[in-house]
Nanobody, 126 residues
Framework: QLQLVESGGGLVQPGGSLRLSCAAS????????IGWFRQAPGKEREGVSC????????SFADSVKGRFSISRDNAKNTVYLQMDNLKPEDTGVYYC???????????????????WGQGTQVTVSS
């Protein structure tokens, strides 16, 4: 059974850091592109970052460029989202998702992802 599990969320002060993990099971995640998305209360889910299965293509939303980084450890079947210099507007539920159709590049669109985790809450507040 294909499954994605996010972890690493929590409460952090503005300017702090968190590292989110997306652990995959039931499939070999290095054949899939992985995306990170977030959803704030009352807002639509938006793309944050993605990494292609080949790890050649990486993308970030403009709002997180220079503050977030993404990486994957294929030996652990895990993708990481390192979030630095967090801001209150980064607050939301963060989801990882897998796209089985794209390997050499990754998509920013939720509709291109066919497997989703349950999400992890990130709250940035003083």
């Amino acid at each position: 059974q294909l499954q994605l599990v996010e972890s690493g969320g929590g409460l952090v002060q503005p300017g702090g850091s968190l590292r989110l993990s997306c652990a995959a099971s039931g499939f070999t995640s290095d054949r899939y592109s992985i995306g990170w998305f977030r959803q704030a209360p009352g807002k639509e889910r938006e793309g944050v970052s993605c990494i292609s299965g080949s790890a050649v293509s990486i993308s970030f939303a403009d709002s997180v460029k220079g503050r977030f980084s993404i990486s994957r450890d294929n030996a652990k079947n895990t993708v990481y989202l390192q979030m630095d210099n967090l801001k209150p507007e980064d607050t939301g539920v963060y989801y990882c998702a897998a796209d089985s159709d794209r390997y050499y590049y990754c998509s920013e669109y939720t509709s291109d992802y066919n497997y989703w985790g349950q999400g992890t809450q990130v709250t940035v507040s003083s």
